[in-house]
Every structure is written in C-alpha cells, then in structure tokens.
C-alpha cells in the first residue's frame, strides 16, 4: 500500500484570519521534529504549552492539537481542552492527562481514537512526516456550552465564531 500523498493544507489558513500571539513550548518547537515522549508510543504525554499576547477582551481559551495529514478526508484530532479559564496561560507537561489535570470548569472531549486526555502522534509507519497543529484559541466567551460528549469537529465548529485570537506550533512527527 502506497501511502505517499499529497501533503494537506494548513487548516488554519482556510479560517477567516484572526491576530496571532506567542505560542512557546519548552517540549517543542515549531517545524522540528516533536520528541517521542509525545508520541502514543513512546510516552503519550502532553507537552508543555505556555501562552501570551493575546487580545484583553479574552474570557476564555480552547486548547488544541490536530494531524492534518491523517489518511483521513477529515484528519485526526489528538486533543481538545474546552473552557479553559483566561488565569492560565501555562500548560504544564502532563497535564493532558485527564480532566482532574485541568483548572476550573476545564474538560476534555473526546480524540478521534476515542481518549478524554491527550492522544499522542501515532502517524501510519513508512508515512511522510505528519504536522501535529498545536493551537491554543483565545475566545470571546467563557463557556463554548458544549459538553465532554460532543466532538472535537462540533468544538472547532462552535469555536469558530467565538475566537479573536489564535496562537499555533508545529511539529512534526513519522513513525
């Protein structure tokens, strides 16, 4: 089986375009390869992320990470963190964990494979190296009003028109 592909494009890009702000993580770094820690294999743990800049108005953020070069039409979430408070701006390695991890009203929704916590990179062996889209959105409301059954699609969707800024690293992992 052939799993050479034509690499898919920046989700992002295709949003309408919101201000950016710094998006730093001590685990990765934007365009470098993401350590196996973070894989589901060699660890599954959840880097750490840490965040600034980002619009006064802010009442919440929505934390994010997405293959987009899944075989899939859709690609493949790893990880969403819903409502989480505008008092914290760190994301300390592990915390995707699980929900007792989180501040506040926090909660994850399930991944694609089906976990309530952070699912590390897991790309097909012998695939072209997969963009793991680490992002963190700073919303205009303090709850989506979503819950811990609804997808990371329905969390996207509903997030769309609630962020005024977006903050975005990108390793890269292959198996």
Avoid at 35 to 42: A, M, N, R, V
Avoid at 129 to 141: I, N, Q, S
């Amino acid at each position: 089986m052939d799993l050479q592909r034509p690499i898919a494009p920046n989700p992002y890009e295709m949003l309408p375009a919101v201000p950016s702000f710094t998006l730093t993580s001590a685990d990765m770094a934007d365009g470098a390869p993401l350590p196996p820690i973070h894989s589901l294999d060699g660890g599954n743990i959840s880097p750490v992320l840490s965040w600034a800049g980002f619009p006064s108005e802010t009442q919440s953020f929505l934390v994010s990470c997405f293959d987009a070069d899944a075989p899939t039409p859709a690609g493949y979430w790893h990880w969403t963190v819903v409502d989480l408070p505008t008092d914290i701006t760190q994301m300390e390695q592990g915390w995707g964990e699980s929900d007792l991890m989180l501040a506040g009203a926090a909660f994850h929704v399930r991944t694609d494979g089906g976990a309530f916590s952070y699912e590390g990179a897991a790309p097909p062996p012998g695939d072209h190296p997969h963009r793991y889209f680490f992002a963190v959105h700073a919303l205009d409301v303090e709850t989506l009003d979503l819950s811990h059954e609804d997808s990371p699609t329905k969390v996207a969707f509903t997030a769309l028109f609630h962020t005024i800024a977006r903050a975005v690293i990108v390793p890269t992992f292959q198996s």
